[in-house]
Structure formats: C-alpha cells, structure tokens
C-alpha cells in the first residue's frame, strides 16, 4: 500500500511560486505515475497534472504555462511548481498515483492534502 | 475538456434506502477499440481525501461494499448505493480519464434523511 505526504508552506505570496513536495512511502517513486490535484475551500476538484515513469508530463492547458511537475528519485518524492500565482490559486493541494500507463488514468491512492493559502 | 456534469447536486435518503447519482460527460468516454468507459467515482468525507470507489464505471476497487455499484455507458453514467448506511454521508464524485485533461463532476453531497 503506497502512502502519499504533502508538504510545503501553507502561505505564499501573491505573484511568487508555490512548490509542494509528495514524498512516498511504501513503494518506489520510479514505480507509477503521479499526478497533482487542487480543490478550493467547499468547491470541485481540479486535475492539475501528471508525471510518467518515463519522466513525461502532462498538464491541464488551463495551468499550463505556470505549472512544472517533477521527480527526484534519490528521496523517493515528487513536486509541485506553480508561478506567478494569485488568490485563485488558494486550494487544498493533494498529490495522488494512478493506476498507470501512457496517459493518467483514475486516482487510486491520495495524500491528505495540504492547504496552501496566497495572500500577502 | 470533457465536462462532466452530477446531478442532482444534493440528496437525502433514509437509512438502508437506495440513493441514485447521475453523471453525465459531455461527449462519449467509451473507447471504441476496448470497450471500456473511461469514467471512475469517488467518495469523499468531511476533512478528508477523495477514495476510489470505482473504475471502468462498474469495476468496485478492493474493499468497496458490493452496496456501492456503478452504470452506464457512452455519456451517461450512474453510481448506486443500494442500501444507504450512515457510514456513507459523504460528496461523490465522477471523473473521466478517456482524454487530458482528466475532469471532474461538480460533485453530489449525500445525506442522511
């Protein structure tokens, strides 16, 4: 049983970059694919993207030109980095795996989550 | 995107009675050439994580009560509680994953009448 831990500041500031961690246990970080999915207070979820143990990504085009995903092998983790944000980046941020393959398929373990709140 | 779209945003049902959700996507998730839908459901309790209920649209993931069911195919959807228990207050959710970006209904909120 693959277990997922986000962690990062939980307050960034307007216009600067949010960077998350996910760090896996139980399992290899070189073993599946890993995604990242955001949920504002009360409201829907949101896929923000993905990354393949080939080392490609996918991203939602509506993040896109902001958004980086990334793994480092060496502390079995994976991370998140997301620019120039604003207050409509403030969400509860979790990092998931799915079950696999060339393209992102359903979310079978998450982490808890993490909020993290822009504001000055 | 393919939008998918729950309804009805909230229920009620009485203990041990059936609570019904419709998803529906905004064009066809069945993949032709395997015959499978790419749509999956999630429960989601107060404070914590979404879990997988379901895939394929009807295949219940390891340890998912046989209450729980998933249907449908092409664009319409339905995830069926047969027997609601208190356990299962809780937001469901669908989400396609036959094309990037993958999305989410907006969600159903189940409660207990």
């Known amino acids: 049983q693959v277990l997922l831990q986000e962690s990062g500041p939980g307050v960034v500031k307007p216009s600067e970059t949010l960077s998350l961690t996910c760090t896996v246990s139980?399992?290899?970080?070189?073993?599946?694919?890993w995604n990242w999915i955001r949920q504002p207070a009360g409201k829907g979820l949101e896929w923000i993207g993905r990354?393949?143990?080939?080392?490609?990504?996918n991203y939602n085009p509506s993040l896109k030109s902001r958004v980086t995903v990334s793994v480092d092998f060496s502390k079995n983790q994976f991370s998140l980095r997301l620019s120039s944000v604003t207050a409509a980046d403030t969400a509860i941020y979790y990092c998931?795996?799915?079950?696999?393959?060339?393209?992102?398929?359903?979310?079978?373990?998450w982490g808890q989550g993490t909020l993290v709140t822009v504001s000055s | 995107d393919i939008v998918m779209t729950q309804s009805p945003d909230s229920l009620a049902v009485s203990l041990g009675e059936r609570a019904t959700i419709n998803c529906k996507s905004s064009?066809?998730?069945?993949?032709?050439?395997?015959?499978?839908?790419?749509l999956a459901w999630y429960q989601q309790k107060a404070g914590q994580p979404p879990k997988l209920l379901i895939y394929w649209a009807s295949t219940r993931e390891s340890g998912v009560p046989d209450r729980f069911s998933g249907s449908g195919s092409g664009t319409d959807f339905t995830l069926t509680i047969s027997s609601l228990q208190a356990e299962d207050v809780a937001v469901y959710y669908c989400?396609?994953?036959?094309?990037?970006?993958?999305?989410f209904g907006g969600g159903t909120r189940v409660e207990i009448k």
């Open positions: 989400q396609q994953y036959y094309s990037t970006p993958l999305t």
């Open positions: 064009q066809t998730v069945l993949y032709s050439s395997n015959n499978k839908n790419y």
């Open positions: 139980g399992g290899s970080v070189s073993g599946h694919d």
């Open positions: 990354i393949h143990t080939t080392g490609s990504t």
């Open positions: 998931a795996k799915d079950w696999g393959g060339y393209v992102p398929t359903w979310l079978d373990s």
